[in-house]
């Protein structure tokens, strides 16, 4: 080989190492960049995209880049107490591409949004209204927890597990963001006792070190 090929090669082998020592750690990438500014879902295609396809740019509208559903307060008449009012891309399409997204929490009275995670986003937010006890916890199993106020912000790393706990007099609410258009939520409790179809019993029994008749029990609850 002569020269300038070996002096080639070897800026290329220099480049790739560089883009793969510096750059590719340094993103905490969660949903992938947008190509384009504006992207509003079309909710009805019929072809499946990593996201959701663009609708045409001429049927764009304002009201594509507002959404006024986190306005009202959820009912939290259910076993939790709690209620989720989502502002993701399948609610709000004007997301679509754009790797964000909220919701609205409200807490009853002693009201819990059980421990879950979010398996494409990290979470942050904000306390509206209320005392919030938030907890995590980490992969190390080392459990963090505080009592938030009006107005105290939080931040929830991609996955790990997390509750919010009303512990005030009155009702509370927050506001969670997430750096994913649709971050996706696991409710451990759900997920565990009332998947379908349902994970055998003799699972679950070995996994909590109880009896079948409790794992049953707990099923009877959501309705599984
Ligand atoms: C709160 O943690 C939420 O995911 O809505
Ligand atoms: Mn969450």
Redesign the pocket.
Known sequence: MNKPVLRTMAMAFFTILFLIVFLLPACRCADPDPLQDICVANLKASISVNGFPCKPLPEVKSGDFFFHGLRKEGNTTNVFGSN?TSGNVLDFPGLNTLGISM?R?DLAPGGL?PP?S?PRAS?T?VIVKGKVLLGIVTTANVFHSKVLKAGDMFV?PRGLV???LNVGKGKAF?L?A?NSQL?G?VVLPITLFASTPPIPDDVLAKAFQVDEKVISGIKSKFGS
């Open positions: 989720i919701s929490v949004n879950h979010h979470e937010g929830i997390h509750f919010q927050f969670p997430f971050p939520i």
